[in-house]
């Protein structure tokens, strides 16, 4: 009996595809693009260019939006030498680390990536999952 009904579901799920694959949906033409003024593009979360300094970090200067109006999903990351990230993530957690003796802060994202900052520089990095 469960055969039977495998079978069956089967043979609707055939012809349903069937059915669809010989559909001819209309093509909706996708509107031109228009120009819009700069005074309307936000300025935020945008931020230059990373500067790479070697293979593993990069130059990113301090977030100086202010943390408590900040955009829509994201997270203004403090770390103890008041440099500011600003990700869009949550934070699970701290570690601290070390690179070429240098000191290492590690915030530990929850959903995304960790993020590595170097202490009293203005290197970064992620490491996603």
């Keep these: 009996m469960w055969n039977t009904q495998v079978f069956r579901l089967v043979i609707k799920v055939s012809i349903i595809t069937v059915v669809l694959i ?6 909706i033409p996708l509107p031109k693009a228009t120009r819009v003024p700069s005074t309307l593009i936000p300025t935020y979360p945008t931020t230059p260019a990373p500067t790479p300094t070697s293979i ?13 109006t900040r955009p829509s999903g994201s997270v203004c990351i403090k770390f103890n030498d008041g440099f500011i990230w600003l990700i869009y993530d949550s934070i699970s957690g701290w570690k601290d680390g ?24 203005t290197l970064i990095k992620s490491v996603c999952k």
């Design 22 to 27: 010989g559909c001819n949906f209309p093509v």
């Design 98 to 121: 070390d690179w070429l003796g240098k000191p290492v802060q590690i915030a530990q994202g929850f959903y995304h990536c960790d993020y590595y900052h170097v202490l009293n520089t």
């Design 56 to 68: 593993e970090f990069v130059e990113q200067a301090s977030y100086t939006g202010d943390c408590k």
